[in-house]
Nanobody, 122 residues
Framework: QVQLVESGGGLVQAGGSLRLSCAAS????????MGWFRQAPGKEREFVAV????????YYADSVKGRFTISRNNAKNTVYLQMNSLKPEDTAVYYC???????????????WGQGTQVTVSS
């Protein structure tokens, strides 16, 4: 079992920045990738970004490419999501996830955090 705890959400104006963190504990050796998803009210959960913990390869949703950066600190079992040039449409609950393989499909991830709210005002 892997436990994930997100932090760093909040309220920011359009054009601003936030950095989310996700700390993992437990059976972290079972993780190969960690990713971020988000869910806005009335919408399905959608893929944001994912990083391979070995090698550091990253993949992004088209909607965030060039604005968001995912990174990791393996020594701290922590993944970050740096979000720049935020837009009102980025408003959502952001979830951290861990899994065995790189995928934009949420069902492929085994462990989830509780989520952190990001609100971007116009």
């Amino acid at each position: 079992q892997v436990q994930l705890v997100e932090s760093g959400g909040g309220l920011v104006q359009a054009g601003g920045s936030l950095r989310l963190s996700c700390a993992a504990s437990g059976r972290t050796f079972s993780m190969n990738v960690m990713g971020w998803f988000r869910q806005a009210p009335g919408k399905e959960r959608e893929f944001v970004a994912v990083i391979r913990l070995s090698g550091g390869s990253t993949y992004y949703a088209d909607s965030v490419k060039g604005r968001f950066t995912i990174s990791r600190n393996n020594a701290k079992n922590t993944v970050y999501l740096q979000m720049n040039s935020l837009k009102p449409e980025d408003t959502a609950v952001y979830y951290c996830a861990a899994g065995p393989r790189t995928s934009p499909i949420s069902s492929e991830y085994d462990s989830w955090g509780q989520g952190t709210q990001v609100t971007v005002s116009s």
